[in-house]
């Protein structure tokens, strides 16, 4: 779906499932992509959750995928953009799905705007996300180095190896090209933006879900752990839920390596 929103086109995935639709009242689930990337890794869930009665959100943040540009300087920005496209959207409150940079959105959303924020999920995820100043200097100069290296740390062995679970598909190859496709400079954006966040624990939802994957070289599933330890510091004293699941040989693109098992767990998380 592509729409105006502070004068520039932007693009959102709704999962082919229109929200007109649906009814006023369906629950909304909002999925939040990583650095360079687009609403296109959540196809899978994104159609799961809408032909199961949710308004489905995949936007393109802006200068990424279809959404025009430039792109936003910090997460804080990426949050508050995300507010604004819900309230045009007339989405009151959602389940925020994030993966990588997007956790860091989801997060920050939260903190912003708690009283819309039902449930929050954060895959591959790490509070504070920095990022090496080799792969941030490769990404500044646009070198085909810095999609080269991120796209080597996002596998695991046999997703580096090409393997995938989808027969005829290489994850290590169509990574590349999600990456390739990007328009110069925002690749070193988005990592400046992921270095540079300086994390606010939101007040819990009802419930939070952390996924990590146990090969996961870009944010070490021990980081995920250490954030759902310090979320459950949180959630002890409102009474909310905080589940971890660490997929086992799955690196940090697990969208792809493991897209069934993250459906299974984003599936438990929001009928639960």
């Known amino acids: 779906m592509k729409f105006m929103l502070e004068g520039k086109t932007i693009c959102y995935g709704t999962g082919s ?114 990022v090496g100043p080799v792969l941030l200097d490769a990404a500044q100069d646009n070198s085909p180095a810095a999609f080269a290296m991120a796209n080597t740390w996002s596998h695991s062995h046999p997703g580096g190896l090409g393997a995938s679970a989808t027969p005829g598909m290489s994850n290590f190859v169509s990574g590349a090209r999600w990456l390739q496709r990007m328009q110069p400079g925002v690749y070193y954006h988005d990592l400046a933006a992921c270095n540079e966040f300086e994390p606010v624990l939101p007040d819990m939802p009802k419930a939070v879900l952390v996924i990590n994957g146990a090969q996961d070289k870009m944010t070490p599933a021990r980081n995920g752990l250490a954030l759902a330890s310090a979320l459950k510091d949180v959630s002890d004293q409102q009474s909310a839920t905080v589940q971890t699941v660490t997929l086992a040989g799955c690196g940090h693109s697990m969208l792809s390596e493991r897209h069934n098992e993250v459906l299974d767990a984003l599936t438990g998380l929001a009928d639960g």
Do not use: C
């Open 17 to 130: 499932v229109t929200h007109d639709s649906l009814s006023a009242d369906s629950p909304a689930i909002v999925f939040i992509h990583g650095a360079g990337f687009d609403h296109s890794v959540w196809v899978m869930p994104a159609r799961y959750f809408a032909r199961h009665g949710f308004r489905v959100v995949a936007p393109d943040l802006p200068a990424h995928g279809a959404s025009e540009g430039p792109p936003l300087a910090s997460i804080g920005e990426m949050a508050r953009w995300l507010n604004n496209l819900l309230n045009e959207l007339q989405i009151n409150s959602a389940t925020i799905v994030g993966h990588s940079m997007g956790s860091l959105v989801a997060m920050s959303y939260a903190a912003q705007f708690p009283a819309e924020t039902q449930k929050l999920a954060f895959l591959g995820a790490s509070a504070p996300m920095p």
